[in-house]
């Protein structure tokens, strides 16, 4: 299986503050990551897929990028709502698999 | 707008089987338009999907998991199943079902329904 390696676990911030969240591939996947926010209690929504296609209605602070197998979310500018726990998934090869999880909290 | 419901019992005796149903509306289950998954989170912890069928060919499933899953279409009721056979308290998750779209749309989850728990206990 292709492992996705998330970083950091938690992440401490404030309303405002631009924070990037890191996923890197265990191996080549191109761009076939998605990137979801998860609220407690809640199913996980979609914001990105193929790597930096953001889904409609999704603010434009968040935006998606990659670097070999290394990919990238990052809100440029913080707001209440965004503290949540974000996972990526790869959609490379079966089975698909995803992050253990970015724990967004407020500082 | 496609919206998924999940249903089905909140507590499994171990070595028993896990039944859920996800019913879809807003659409229909046999439209080509989505391939239909399930997907589950132990609490605490991160996702792991289970598998996936569609209108035509075998469904696909997690090799974790393949010995114990069958997925499948109730088309005069527009949902679909997840079986999971001989479960054990690790089986204890929130079981979601997800769409996936095919061709270009194919590989993220989007919609999802809102999750269902089930514990498996004596």
């Known amino acids: 299986d292709i492992q996705m390696t998330q970083s950091p676990s938690t992440l401490s911030a404030s309303v405002g503050d631009r924070v990037t969240i890191t996923c890197r591939a265990s191996?080549?996947?191109?761009?076939?990551l998605a990137w979801y926010q998860q609220k407690p209690g809640k199913a996980p929504k979609l914001l990105i897929n193929?790597?930096?296609t953001l889904k409609s209605g999704v603010p434009s602070r968040f935006s998606g990028s990659r670097s070999e197998t290394d990919f990238s979310l990052t809100i440029s500018s913080l707001r209440p709502d965004d503290f949540a726990t974000y996972y990526c998934?790869?959609?490379?090869?079966?089975?698909?698999?995803f992050g253990q999880g970015t724990k967004l909290e407020i500082k | 707008q496609v919206q998924l419901q999940e249903s089905g019992p909140g507590l499994v005796k171990p070595s028993q089987t896990l039944s859920l149903t996800c019913s879809v509306s807003?659409?229909?289950?046999?439209?080509?338009?989505?391939?239909w998954n399930w997907i589950r989170q132990p609490a605490g912890k991160g996702l792991e999907w289970i598998g996936r069928i569609y209108i035509s060919g075998d469904p696909d499933y997690n090799p974790s998991l393949k010995s114990r899953v069958t997925i499948s279409m109730d088309m005069s009721k527009n949902q679909f199943s997840l079986k999971l056979t001989s479960v054990t308290a690790a089986d204890t998750a929130v079981y979601f079902c997800?769409?996936?779209?095919?061709?270009?749309?194919?590989?993220?989850?989007?919609?999802w329904g809102q999750g269902t728990l089930v514990t498996v206990s004596s």
């Open positions: 997800a769409g996936e779209g095919v061709g270009p749309l194919e590989g993220w989850f989007d919609p």
């Open positions: 193929d790597a930096s």
């Open positions: 191996q080549t996947i191109n761009n076939w």
């Open positions: 807003g659409g229909s289950v046999i439209s080509g338009g989505f391939y």
């Open positions: 998934q790869q959609y490379h090869t079966y089975p698909y698999t």
